[in-house]
């Protein structure tokens, strides 16, 4: 059986892996599974009391243009930071139970992913309240989205696979997914970054990623087409270093834990 044919066979175990990480995270809050909506919500609420009645820089439905550009970011922040350490935190699964190893990381993906998803259906009510149309350009959602996943699923199965061994990978994410909040247009629009540098600045897969879920959200359509071209070509680079690396430092995990 090959590698792949051996993750489809076992999909299951994945769901349950995912479903684990997700349980495990509010097993012992007040009001459990509940958070997965409140979490979003009052995000959601602040973000617009704040840039709707304090803070006004003239751009049209700003709490809609940041949200939908916050949504997406946190979502990779968050996924990115709790991936990198999917492996080194789980030695007792690693040492004893027979399993894909990449299927640690990808459901620390799958958990935040829900989290992602329900902001999203959240975000869509804000918008009917604030006079945002929704057009037929959400039927697309999920391909923003699914870009959203190759972009953490690259960067988080390199991150997992190198902080085995070297565990300042996640202290370096930490400070690195800050500084990216800021080179990343979530509270500034991409027109805002001079020209000439534009291309250079869409090299960071992220923004692709803002600017295709903000163009869907609130334009009713898709990005230009050279941004488009330019985030699928860094994710597809970025995922499949991701998988290199980890497919071939995954013999070496149970020497590091």
């Given at each position: 059986?090959?590698?792949?044919?051996?993750?489809?066979?076992?999909?299951?175990?994945?769901?349950?892996?995912t479903h684990a990480?997700?349980?495990?995270?509010?097993?012992?809050?007040?009001?459990?599974?509940?958070?997965?909506?409140?979490?979003?919500?009052?995000?959601?609420?602040?973000?617009?009391?704040?840039?709707?009645?304090?803070?006004?820089?003239?751009?049209?439905?700003?709490?809609?243009?940041?949200?939908?550009?916050?949504?997406?970011?946190?979502?990779?922040?968050?996924?990115?930071?709790?991936?990198?350490?999917?492996?080194?935190?789980?030695?007792?699964?690693?040492?004893?139970?027979?399993?894909?190893?990449?299927?640690?990381?990808?459901?620390?993906?799958?958990?935040?992913?829900?989290?992602?998803?329900?902001?999203?259906?959240?975000?869509?009510?804000?918008?009917?309240?604030?006079?945002?149309?929704?057009?037929?350009?959400?039927?697309?959602?999920?391909?923003?989205?699914?870009?959203?996943?190759?972009v953490v699923t690259?960067?988080?199965?390199?991150?997992?696979?190198?902080?085995?061994?070297?565990?300042?990978?996640?202290?370096?994410?930490?400070?690195?997914?800050?500084?990216?909040?800021?080179?990343?247009?979530?509270?500034?629009?991409?027109?805002?970054?001079?020209?000439?540098?534009?291309?250079?600045?869409?090299?960071?897969?992220?923004?692709?990623?803002?600017?295709?879920?903000?163009?869907?959200?609130?334009?009713?359509?898709?990005?230009?087409?050279?941004?488009?071209?330019?985030?699928?070509?860094?994710?597809?680079?970025?995922?499949?270093?991701?998988?290199?690396?980890?497919?071939?430092?995954?013999?070496?995990?149970?020497?590091?834990?």
């Amino acid at each position: 059986m090959t590698a792949f044919a051996e993750l489809i066979a076992r999909r299951d175990l994945l769901f349950n892996l995912t479903h684990a990480e997700l349980t495990a995270r509010y097993r012992s809050a007040a009001l459990g599974l509940l958070w997965f909506v409140l979490t979003p919500l009052v995000l959601m609420v602040v973000l617009t009391i704040v840039f709707e009645y304090v803070i006004d820089l003239g751009i049209p439905d700003y709490p809609v243009f940041v949200l939908s550009a916050l949504l997406p970011f946190t979502y990779i922040q968050v996924a990115l930071l709790n991936t990198s350490t999917s492996i080194s935190r789980s030695p007792g699964l690693i040492k004893r139970a027979h399993m894909p190893r990449i299927f640690l990381p990808l459901a620390a993906i799958g958990s935040n992913l829900v989290h992602f998803v329900i902001s999203l259906v959240l975000l869509l009510p804000l918008m009917v309240a604030m006079g945002v149309p929704l057009t037929p350009a959400l039927l697309l959602l999920p391909l923003a989205i699914a870009l959203a996943v190759a972009v953490v699923t690259g960067a988080g199965l390199l991150s997992a696979a190198l902080n085995v061994a070297h565990r300042d990978v996640e202290l370096i994410l930490s400070a690195g997914t800050r500084v990216l909040f800021y080179l990343s247009p979530i509270f500034y629009p991409l027109s805002a970054v001079p020209e000439p540098w534009q291309p250079f600045y869409c090299l960071n897969p992220v923004v692709g990623v803002i600017e295709m879920h903000r163009a869907l959200l609130l334009d009713g359509t898709l990005p230009p087409s050279w941004l488009i071209g330019i985030t699928v070509g860094s994710t597809a680079v970025l995922l499949a270093v991701g998988i290199i690396v980890f497919v071939r430092r995954q013999p070496d995990f149970e020497d590091y834990l």
